[in-house]
C-alpha cells in the first residue's frame, strides 16, 4: 500500500512541476516574436530587379507595367511561419490603399499551386492581390533574397526605397505614413 501512494506521491509531484515548468518558462514554442513595424532604407536607391512571373491562375504579372505606382513586392513561402503571420496585414494594406495606387506582389518561393491554394483558403482576410510564382527560385536570386520573409517597396519612379527581412504588420499605422509618403513624393 505504501508503495502505491508513494508512486502517486512522485507522478503528481512530477506533474506538477512539468506543469510550472510550462507555465513558468519563457521560452514555449507557441512564444513567436511579434511582427514589426519597420523598414530599412535603401541608402542608394537603384532600380528594382525585373519582376516577370505568372499567378495561381496563369496569367503574367510584370514589375514594370506599374510603374508611376507604388509596390510592396513580398517573397514568401506557406512552410514559413512569420510569412503565414503576416500575410494577412498584407491584405489589409491592399484593402486600405489600393485606392491611392499601391500595388501588392506576392511571391511565393518554390511552391505549387495546391499547396498556396490550401494556405490562403484559410486566411482572413482571404489574399486578394496576385500570388505570383517564382517555381524556381530565379526571382528569389535576381532580388537577392536571403530569407523569407523578405520584402521590398518599390517607388513609384521604379527605385528600390525600402527593404524588411523578417514579419512584419504592414497595416500599422506607421508603415501605412511610410506608404503613403513615398507615394505623395511622386505626385509632387
Known amino acids: 500500500m505504501s508503495f502505491v501512494r508513494a508512486k502517486a506521491g512522485i507522478t503528481c509531484s512530477l506533474a506538477a512541476l512539468l506543469l510550472t515548468c510550462w507555465v513558468v518558462s519563457p521560452c514555449r514554442a507557441v512564444d513567436i516574436p511579434p511582427l514589426t513595424h519597420g523598414l530599412t532604407p535603401i541608402v542608394e536607391p537603384r532600380p528594382a530587379p525585373t519582376l516577370r512571373l505568372t499567378d495561381m491562375d496563369g496569367r503574367v504579372h510584370d ?31 491592399r484593402q486600405r490603399l489600393e485606392s491611392q495606387g499601391v500595388v501588392i506582389l506576392a511571391v511565393d518561393v518554390g511552391e505549387d499551386i495546391d499547396t498556396i491554394f490550401a494556405f490562403t483558403g484559410q486566411l482572413e482576410p482571404s489574399p486578394n492581390f496576385p500570388i505570383l510564382l517564382d517555381r524556381d527560385s530565379g526571382a528569389m536570386q535576381g532580388w537577392k533574397v536571403k530569407g523569407l520573409p523578405s520584402t521590398f517597396v518599390v517607388a513609384p519612379d521604379g527605385a528600390l526605397a525600402f527593404r524588411a527581412v523578417g514579419g512584419r504588420e504592414f497595416d500599422h499605422p506607421q508603415l501605412i505614413d511610410e506608404f503613403l509618403k513615398l507615394s505623395t513624393k511622386a505626385e509632387k
Open 63 to 93: 514589375l514594370a507595367d506599374h510603374k508611376g505606382k507604388l509596390v510592396v513586392v513580398n517573397f514568401w513561402a506557406t512552410w514559413c511561419p512569420p510569412c503565414r503571420r503576416e500575410m494577412p496585414s498584407l491584405e489589409r494594406l
